[in-house]
C-alpha cells in the first residue's frame, strides 16, 4: 500500500460524484456527509489482522456501524449506549470472535447492570472492574487492557499511556489482576494496548515488545491480543499513512513468538477508529457573512465547533475547500481566518493548540458560497452538541451512486427534548 498521503486542493466542486452545491441544496447545510467506497477501502487495507474491531467512537451512526458489520467488522462500545447502537445496528452480544466489546475504565452501575443479564465480553482497564464483574459474573473471560508505561497521542489530550493518563491497567500491576481474577474464577483470555489516538509508526512499534511480555506473564489462557488504535491518517499535504505491511508484520511476529511459546493458536485485533471512518466524512457549510477585522478578513460560516469540536479543541488541522455556487476553475487566492457563529471568540476553524488564531489560503468567495471541512469522518459528529441552541447537523451517508440521509437534522422538539417547566407553587 502506498504511503503517500493525498495532495488537498483547496477548491472543490464535488463529492464522489454529487456537486456539493446539490447535496447543499438538497439537505441544507450543515450536513455530515461519508463516502461509503472511502470506508470500504479503509477496511480492505487492513485485511491481514484477524480482527478488524471498529472503535465506534469515531462515529457511530447507525448506518455506519451496519456497513461496517456487513464488511466483516465487529465493535467496541464504550458505554451502554454504545452497546445498544450496535445492537440497533445488527451486531450480536455472543458470537466467535465477541462481535460487541464493553472497554472501559470504569463501569458505571448502568453498565454493570446490562452485562449482568447479557454476559457481555469486558475489556478492562481498572482492576476494580476485576471485582466488580467478578460480583456478578463469576467464571467469566475478560481481556485486560494494559497502560504499558508510555504513550502518544496527535495531541497530549489523546495519549493514553504512561503514567498521565487513566487508562488501563498499569503494567506492574497485573501479578495483582491475575490473583483478583482468580478469586472469581475468571479467565484472561485477552491483552490489549491502546497508547493514544493519531500517533505513528514509531510509538505503535515500541506497543508488541510491551505486550509480549505482559502476555507470557498471563500465560496460556490467552486467546486474543489486541494491537489497539492510534493508526492515524494525513490530514494535511506532506503527511503520510503508516506503512501497513510493517506495521502488521511487527505483530504477526509477536503473536508467532506467543503462539511457539503457548503452544496454541492466537487471534490479532486491530481496533482502529480514525483510521477507518476520517476520510470519508466531508462537513459541507454555507459562507454567511464575509467581514474585515483589520489586515483580517474572515468567512464566517453557518457551523461552529458546536458541530466540529476539534479545531478548538486540539487545534486540530482539518483541509478546508470552497465549493462556489457557481463552479469556478480558478479563483484568486488570499490568506483567511475561518470562523462560525457561536457566540464566543474560540469558534474558529482555522487555530492552533492553545487557542491562536491562524490563516488558510483559500480562494475568494462570496455569501452563499459554501466551504467544505474534509477529513471529517472521524470524531465530527459524535462531538457535537447543541450549545448556543444549535441543532445538530443532517448527516448523508453516498453509497453505490446514491444520497441517503442517515440522521436529520435536529429541530426545536429535539433540543428540548427532555426538559420540563416545573408548576410555580
Ligand atoms: N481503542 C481505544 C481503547 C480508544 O480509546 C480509542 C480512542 C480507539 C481505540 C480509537 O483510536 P483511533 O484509532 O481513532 O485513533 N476525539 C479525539 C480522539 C479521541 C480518541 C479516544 N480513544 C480526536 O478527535 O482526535
Known amino acids: 500500500m502506498s504511503t503517500v498521503a493525498p495532495a488537498f486542493n483547496n477548491l472543490r466542486q ?20 461519508y463516502d461509503m467506497a472511502t470506508i470500504e477501502k479503509r477496511v480492505a487495507d487492513l485485511a491481514a489482522f484477524d ?3 471498529y472503535a465506534q467512537k469515531a462515529n457511530s451512526n447507525i448506518a455506519i456501524l451496519d456497513r461496517l458489520r456487513r464488511l466483516g467488522v465487529v465493535v467496541d462500545a464504550v458505554s451502554v449506549g454504545e452497546v445498544k447502537r450496535a445492537l440497533a445496528a445488527g451486531f450480536s452480544i455472543h458470537g466467535d470472535t465477541h462481535p460487541i466489546v464493553y472497554t472501559a475504565d470504569v463501569f458505571d452501575r448502568a453498565a454493570l447492570e446490562m452485562i449482568r443479564e447479557n454476559g457481555l465480553h469486558v475489556n478492562c482497564g481498572s482492576p476494580d472492574m476485576i471485582d466488580q464483574l467478578g460480583e456478578v459474573c463469576p467464571g467469566a473471560n475478560i481481556t485486560l487492557r494494559i497502560n504499558p508505561g508510555f504513550g502518544h497521542g496527535h495531541s497530549q489530550k489523546t495519549n493514553t ?35 493514544g489516538s493519531g500517533t505513528d509508526l514509531e510509538h505503535l512499534s515500541q506497543v508488541c515488545g510491551a505486550l509480549e511480555k505482559v502476555a ?26 503508516v506503512d501497513l505491511d510493517q506495521y502488521f508484520q511487527l505483530w504477526d511476529a509477536s503473536r508467532k513468538r506467543l503462539e511457539a511459546h503457548f503452544g496454541h493458536k492466537l487471534s490479532l485485533e486491530i481496533e482502529p477508529g480514525r483510521y477507518l471512518v ?14 474585515k477585522m483589520g489586515e483580517n478578513t474572515f468567512y464566517l460560516l453557518d457551523t ?11 487545534g486540530s ?21 475561518v470562523g462560525g457563529p457561536l ?8 487555530q492552533e493548540e492553545g487557542g491562536f488564531v491562524s490563516k488558510r489560503r483559500l480562494p475568494a468567495a462570496s455569501v452563499g458560497d459554501y466551504l467544505v471541512m474534509e477529513v471529517a469522518g472521524a470524531y465530527g459528529f459524535v462531538m457535537a452538541s447543541n450549545y448556543n441552541g444549535r441543532y445538530r447537523a443532517e448527516e448523508v451517508l453516498i453509497e453505490n451512486g446514491k444520497l441517503h440521509s442517515i440522521r436529520h437534522r435536529e429541530s426545536f422538539e429535539d433540543l428540548i427534548r427532555g426538559e420540563t417547566i416545573p408548576a410555580v407553587s
Open 304 to 314: 461552529g465547533f458546536n458541530d466540529l469540536a476539534r479545531p478548538i479543541l486540539y
Open 278 to 291: 476520517a476520510e470519508s466524512g466531508y462537513l459541507i457549510t454555507e459562507i454567511r457573512a464575509i467581514k
Open 51 to 53: 480482527v478488524i474491531r
Open 343 to 350: 457566540c464566543e471568540s474560540g469558534d474558529i476553524f482555522t
Open 317 to 337: 488541522y482539518h483541509p478546508i475547500a470552497i465549493a462556489h455556487q457557481t463552479p469556478k476553475r480558478h479563483a484568486p487566492e488570499l490568506d483567511v481566518v
Open 161 to 195: 499511556g504512561g503514567p498521565q493518563s487513566k487508562h488501563g491497567i498499569w503494567i506492574d500491576q497485573v501479578d495483582d489482576c491475575l490473583r483478583r481474577a482468580d478469586l472469581y474464577n475468571i479467565a484472561v483470555t485477552g491483552i490489549h494496548m491502546h497508547i
Open 216 to 241: 507470557m506473564n498471563v500465560g496460556r489462557t490467552l486467546k486474543m491480543i489486541s494491537a489497539g488504535g492510534g493508526l492515524p491518517v494525513p490530514y494535511r499535504d506532506g503527511q503520510e499513512y
Open 14 to 33: 464535488s463529492i464522489a460524484d454529487f456537486s456539493v452545491a446539490e447535496i447543499a441544496k438538497k439537505f441544507g447545510t450543515p450536513t455530515y456527509v
